[in-house]
DNA sequence: TAGTCCATGTAAGATGTTACATGATTCA
DNA sequence: TGAATCATGTAACATCTTACATGGACTA
């Protein structure tokens, strides 16, 4: 039984951004650094061979692009194989680990919802994570009122950082729902 | 000339809290499962290494302790060196690209001021990082403006949130600077 | 005596970082 | 001709994940 590697943050998210139009190498490199998803690496030695391996895996397909003049790059585009796996990854519910531990990873497959899913999906995502965090925040500000005493000030500050993020993205489960609500048609 | 490699975000989550109190590999990894630093991995192939790896750099010395009854620990604690290399880096400048890839770090930063450094130093990282989300939050506003209409719902959506949360730590930045504010002495 | 918690570890493997390398084309 | 930008890559290295392994002590 081969146990197939879950696929990283970062391969995620060149897959998003190829199934928009396909990309290079190069393209996405650029993408990273000059757009808020600046918080991506834009470094060769992390894109170059991660996308050897999309390709290997067959996600993505790639073909030669001759321009004149130019240098020649190598296009990568979305298989349906790709599209399928994001789209599976993107609507698995939402878990609490997740939210804990990994709201970058959680807004990124947000982020792709229009491009693969649906507004059904969208608001299924956005109802799963509101409930989450819904549960979450009155552990955090348990821990915040039992310990604050016995906490360094500096410690007790950065939690207070950490509670008052996850309250605003709560705040922000509710103004897309809202936004969802407005447009209409599944798709 | 030998480059040191310079520790993990992991590495010096270990060595703030060893820092607290003199800790075994099992009191960190229960710690990281038990509070908020939850989004610490408790993973045992992740901490015993990286104790290791502290331990060999001189950071954090090691010493077995004997109970009666309970199976032996090994209780680790900082030298002065550790010390001295979290505080370091704790109290360097806060650069635009921690604020944008590495929010987390800074927190972990200022979650362990009081322990190693002054309230002078506190209050010197709270007015660069408030410094800092202030030039990066227009940037972020000015791209949401500019590529509103071209992106799909979602992913303006996604970098809403995003901006969303830039905002929130500004607010607390100044919320915390208050705080010290408010405390008096250095140290 | 079986299960749970205490407690520490290793092995294999994937991924990412940093630095280096290379070559084409455009433009001053 | 030299610098900047386009464009793709590799090599060495460190770190982390997942899974496995082990064994003592307590308790139902």
Known sequence: MVKANPNSTLAFALLGLIGQEPRSGYDLRKFFSSTPMISFSDSPGAI???????????LVREHMEKQQNLRRRKVFQLTARGRAEFR????????????VRNLDRLLLR???MDQFAGKGDALRFLKGLHKEL?????NLRDYHRSNRESMPQSGAL?????IRTCEAQLRWTRTAMAAYGETKGER
Request: proline residues 8%; hydrophobic residues 40%; positive net charge.
């Open 88 to 99: 599976k990854w993107q609507t698995q519910p939402v878990r609490r680990s997740d939210v």
């Open 158 to 162: 950065a939690l207070e950082s950490g």
């Open 48 to 58: 170059y061979p991660a996308l050897r391996r999309l390709e290997k895996r067959g």
């Open 110 to 112: 947000f982020a792709f």
């Open 134 to 138: 819904a549960a979450y925040i009155p």
